[in-house]
């Protein structure tokens, strides 16, 4: 049994790392082992290193939150004479299990208390807003982010701007796969994929949203992708595709930031420019420099082979999911122009009215249901993964 078992693991093992998948005809395992350039050439052993980066950016994430003013304080802001009555009058029952209460309700809740129907409206929408995370929590994860995608992308100018392949696609499949790996572009592609495992931990502590199990999914693809490229030595395309993506990722990030921090104007003005950059970046030179190099230039240059097919059979699923993204962001970005605020995010986990306004709204006249707390944002994962949107 023993010996079936593990007959049937060294096929599944030959079968995953097939050379004749991997890599070009008459190009085998063996001939990659020579030491090259720099780092050599990829293995999928480096691939390892990553998981201890994962941990230590992850680790400076919680340090960088902690010295950027990071709490989880929840602050409660009914009224100590409201928490009071209600619980004279046994309705606090009432409140944990029913958090929207109808007209019908409001109306009994009103003559009970002696309350008029809007103050209990604010009531019920302060102690809805106990269980939310606070805006600052949500400012701090987006600053982590917007500060890794800026140097990231920072980075990724300044090594690119001396790379061969940037200005001339060509050199991506020129020797291909003889193409020893320098430190620079080693440490650009694995601080890529350890950010991205960084997330996949980071996920089950951030602010739970509704596009969890997307997210989750999106982080997976995203993570096999890079590592798919890294092995058969895709490499320089590769970083043309991450700094692609990362020329907007920042910018989406920014406009949360300045969302968060209640400048509407600079909030609508980034999310607008992030749209154009986004669409200019997925829709015009997504396809025209790099689909174009790993389609036509690689085939005249190296030919197909099965790791080929299946590299740009997603590539090109991955523009068709920029068409899909570009088309909801247009649109998001037309309702900004036209409104003067960017439409409300369905994943969202704010209430209608931000806590401080409830605060100022509590003290001075009702609750009035029909306030806005101004840009709530479209999904936080549009703006970009590397390999794979959702």
């Not at 998981?51 to 989880?72: C, N, Q, T, Y």
């Not at 102690?127 to 606070?134: A, F, H």
């Not at 420099?289 to 190296?302: A, V």
């Amino acid at each position: 049994m023993a010996t079936a078992a593990a007959g049937a693991l060294g096929l599944l093992w030959g079968w995953l790392w097939s050379e004749r998948f991997w890599m070009p005809q008459n190009v085998s395992w063996a001939d990659l082992e020579g030491p090259g350039d720099g780092y050599g050439y990829p293995r999928a052993r480096h691939i390892l290193s990553v998981f201890p980066l994962a941990a230590g950016i992850f680790s400076v994430r919680l340090l960088f939150e902690r010295l950027a003013g990071h709490s989880s304080t929840v602050f409660v802001y009914c009224h100590q004479n409201a928490l009071t009555d209600f619980r004279k009058s046994n309705v606090l029952i009432l409140v944990i299990h029913l958090q929207h209460p109808d007209e019908k309700r409001l109306e009994g809740l009103s003559k009970q208390l002696d309350w008029d129907v809007r103050k209990i409206q604010c009531w019920f929408r302060h102690r809805r807003n106990q269980d939310k995370p606070p805006t600052l929590t949500k400012f701090c994860e987006s600053m982590w982010r917007f500060t890794f995608y800026l140097c990231i992308f920072c980075y990724g100018i300044r090594f690119l701007w001396s790379s061969p392949w940037f200005w001339d696609t060509r050199q991506c499949w020129h020797s291909y796969p003889y193409q020893p790996l320098t430190s620079g572009l080693y440490n650009y592609y694995i601080m890529e994929l350890a950010f991205y495992w960084s997330l996949m931990f980071s996920q089950f502590t951030d602010i739970k949203r509704k596009d969890f199990l997307i997210m989750f999914v999106h982080h997976l693809a995203t993570i096999g992708l890079i590592t798919f490229s890294y092995i058969n030595n895709m490499v320089r395309v590769g970083t043309l595709v991450m700094f692609l993506h990362d020329s907007s990722d920042f910018l989406l990030e920014a406009a949360k930031l300045a969302n968060y921090a209640k400048y509407q104007r600079l909030c609508d003005t980034l999310f607008v420019i992030f749209s154009a950059v986004f669409m200019v970046t997925r829709l015009v030179i997504y396809p025209f420099w790099i689909l174009n190099t790993t389609l036509f230039e690689s085939w005249e240059m190296i030919g197909p082979y099965p790791s080929w097919w299946l590299f740009n059979g997603l590539l090109l699923i991955l523009q068709v999911l920029h068409v899909i993204w570009s088309y909801l962001i247009a649109r998001i970005a037309f309702k900004a122009l036209i409104r003067g605020k960017v439409s409300k995010d369905d994943r969202s986990d704010v209430e209608s009215s931000s806590e401080e306004e409830d605060v100022t709204t509590y003290t001075k006249r009702p609750c009035d249901s029909s306030s806005s707390n101004g840009a709530n944002w479209v999904n936080g994962h549009v703006g970009g993964s590397y390999w794979a949107e959702e």
